[in-house]
C-alpha cells in the first residue's frame, strides 16, 4: 500500500525514506551524537560510522543495519535470551495496533520490532512521549525508527488537540497506510510491576472514530502484548524514585534522571526475556455493547487488555521468589530452588547498594512488590 501522509500529522510523525539524507547531514553536525556513537560502538571510528550512513536509502535498512543490529548486540551481552509466542495467531499482512505492558524506555519496542521482522512482518511505528526528546538528536534518531511523538503536559485546550490529533494520526496510520504501531498501555512505564491500562488512553484512542465505541475500536485491531523481564535493570532506579516521592510529593524526575533510566536499561542484567502476544482483540468487544454508559465501556476495554496481559505474562522464579517473600510464605517455593532465591537476593542485594543514602527496609519492600505484582495480577485469575 502506497504511504500517505495528512498534512496536519507533520508535528508527529517519523521521517520517511526521502528524508533520511537530509537528516544524517544534520546529525553529523550535532557533537553530541558523534559522541554517542563513541559510547555505543567503541570498536569503530565515528567517522567510518558516519559515512556508513551516508549510503543508507531506506527507513527499513536503517533500523535493520543500524537500530537492529546494536539491539541485537545489547541482548547477547545482557540476556540470557529473548522467547517469543504467539505470533502464529497473527497475519503478517495485516495492521496491528499493540498495546503492551512498558519495562523498559527503549527496548521494550525495539525488540518487539526485531521480533516481527524476524517472523517476516514489517515493523511497527513507535508512540513515544515527547519528555524524552532531551536533545534534538534524540528526536532525529528516533524519528528515523518509525517513531512518532506523543505530547506530554500541555495546557489543557491544547491537550484536547494534541490528543485528537494523536488519535487521528493511530488510526490514519493503522487504516490508510496499513502500518502496525506499538503504545504503552499507560504513560510512562509502570514502575510498581502492576500493569494497567489507562481509561485515558483508551478515551484518546476514541475520539478519532465516528462509529460506535465497539467498531472505532476493532476497526484498531488491538493486539495486547506481555513484556516479561527476568530482572529489571531500572527496579533499584524505580525504588529510589518511589521513595523521593515519599519524602517529598512534589519530587519530579530530571532530563538526567531520564537518560540514566535509558542508559542503565540497555546495559543492565536482564536474565531472560519474553514476548507473548495476545489475540486480536475482536469478538470479545461485543461485550461492550451491552453497556449505556461510555466510561463503563472503556473500564471494560481496559479490563479486556490486562486480563490477557496479565494471563499471558510469563512468571519467572524471581516473580514466584519476591511473592513469597513480601507475603510472608512459601506457597512458591516449589517454582524456584535454593539456588535460585540466593541468586535473586544476591542481585537485590547489589542494586540496594546501588542506592546508599535511601532507606534500605523500604527500597527492598519495593523491589519485592514490584517483582510480586505479576504473580498476583495472575492470580486474580485463577481464584
Known amino acids: 500500500m502506497e504511504e500517505k501522509n495528512h498534512p496536519d500529522f507533520e508535528s508527529i510523525r517519523p521521517y520517511e525514506d526521502h528524508e533520511i539524507q537530509t537528516v544524517f547531514n544534520r546529525l553529523r553536525n550535532e557533537a553530541s551524537f558523534v559522541r554517542l556513537i563513541g559510547y555505543l560502538y567503541p570498536d569503530t ?6 559515512d556508513r550512513l551516508s549510503h543508507i536509502t531506506t527507513i527499513r535498512q536503517f533500523q535493520e543495519e543500524v537500530i537492529s543490529a546494536y539491539v541485537l548486540k545489547v ?5 540470557n535470551g529473548v522467547s517469543v509466542e504467539g505470533l502464529d495467531k497473527l497475519n503478517s499482512d495485516k495492521a496491528y495496533l499493540f498495546i503492551s505492558n512498558h519495562r523498559d524506555i527503549v527496548l521494550d519496542p525495539a525488540i518487539l520490532n526485531i521480533l516481527l521482522y524476524q517472523n517476516g512482518s514489517n515493523t511497527t511505528e513507535i508512540a513515544i512521549g515527547d519528555n524524552l526528546l532531551i536533545y534534538p538528536w534524540i528526536t532525529e534518531l528516533v524519528k528515523l525508527n518509525r517513531t512518532f511523538i506523543v505530547k506530554r503536559n500541555l495546557p489543557v485546550k491544547q491537550m484536547m488537540e494534541s490528543s485528537r490529533l494523536l488519535s487521528q494520526y493511530i488510526r490514519y496510520t493503522l487504516t490508510v497506510n496499513g502500518h502496525s504501531i506499538w503504545i504503552a498501555q499507560r504513560e510512562g512505564r509502570s514502575k510498581d ?3 494497567r491500562t489507562q481509561v485515558s488512553l483508551l478515551k484518546m484512542l476514541n475520539i478519532s472514530g465516528e462509529r460506535s465505541v465497539v467498531e472505532n475500536f476493532k476497526e484498531l485491531n488491538i493486539v495486547p502484548v506481555s513484556i516479561s523481564y527476568e530482572f529489571d535493570p531500572c527496579d533499584y532506579l524505580k525504588a529510589k524514585e518511589f521513595q523521593l516521592k515519599r519524602d517529598n510529593p512534589d519530587y519530579q524526575k530530571t532530563k538526567e534522571d531520564d537518560l540514566m533510566h535509558m542508559s542503565t536499561g540497555l546495559r543492565g542484567r536482564k536474565g531472560r526475556v519474553h514476548f507473548a502476544f495476545g489475540t486480536p482483540l475482536q469478538t470479545e468487544l461485543n461485550v461492550i455493547d451491552a453497556l449505556t454508559v461510555k466510561n463503563d465501556q472503556f473500564s471494560t476495554l481496559a479490563e479486556l487488555i490486562d486480563r490477557q496481559v496479565h494471563q499471558n505474562y510469563k512468571l519467572w522464579p524471581s516473580n514466584y521468589i519476591a511473592w513469597d517473600i513480601y507475603n510472608s510464605s512459601t506457597e512458591y517455593a516449589s517454582c524456584y530452588t535454593p539456588e ?5 537476593l544476591e542481585y537485590i542485594e547489589d542494586h540496594i547498594n546501588r542506592t546508599p ?10 523491589l519485592m512488590e514490584m517483582y510480586a505484582n505479576p504473580v498476583e495480577n495472575k492470580r486474580s485469575y485463577n481464584n
Do not use: V
Request: hydrophobic share 30%; proline share 3%.
Open 193 to 195: 510491576g502492576n500493569d
Open 340 to 344: 535460585e532465591k540466593a541468586q535473586f
Open 75 to 79: 541482548l547477547d551481552r545482557t540476556t
Open 45 to 50: 571510528n565515528p567517522q567510518e560510522f558516519l
Open 357 to 366: 543514602d535511601m532507606d534500605r527496609d523500604f527500597i527492598f519492600s519495593s
